[in-house]
Nanobody, 120 residues
Framework: QVQLVESGGGLLQPGGSLGLSCAASGNIFAIIGMAWYRQRPGLERELVASTNRGGATNYAESVKGRFTISRDNAKNTVYLQMNSLKPEDTAVYYC??????????????WGQGTQVTVSS
């Protein structure tokens, strides 16, 4: 069994910064891609940023230049540093990981979500 546990959400003012982290644990053979998604009020879940095992990254246009995704393979952890936050960044943020639990068994796992609220 695999678990993804997120931490770091909160309430802050526009222009502020916040860091999220997501640690994977359990029966892990290898972690391939890791990503952050968000679901804003009234909207569908959307990809915010992703990274592969080699460190290549991809960002949604709306967060480019403001958010940075990184990962620590030794700790099975992915991070999201969010700067210059805007009210429209308010959302529940979810981490996702593509994980092998054996040499042949592969699946996608999600964290429970963490609320980020940007408001003055």
């Amino acid at each position: 069994q695999v678990q993804l546990v997120e931490s770091g959400g909160g309430l802050l003012q526009p222009g502020g910064s916040l860091g999220l982290s997501c640690a994977a644990s359990g029966n892990i053979f290898a972690i391939i891609g890791m990503a952050w998604y968000r679901q804003r009020p009234g909207l569908e879940r959307e990809l915010v940023a992703s990274t592969n095992r080699g460190g290549a990254t991809n960002y949604a246009e709306s967060v480019k230049g403001r958010f940075t995704i990184s990962r620590d393979n030794a700790k099975n952890t992915v991070y999201l540093q969010m700067n210059s936050l805007k009210p429209e960044d308010t959302a529940v943020y979810y981490c996702q990981a593509h994980i092998y639990t054996s040499a042949t068994n592969f699946d996608s796992y999600w964290g429970q979500g963490t609320q980020v609220t940007v408001s003055s």
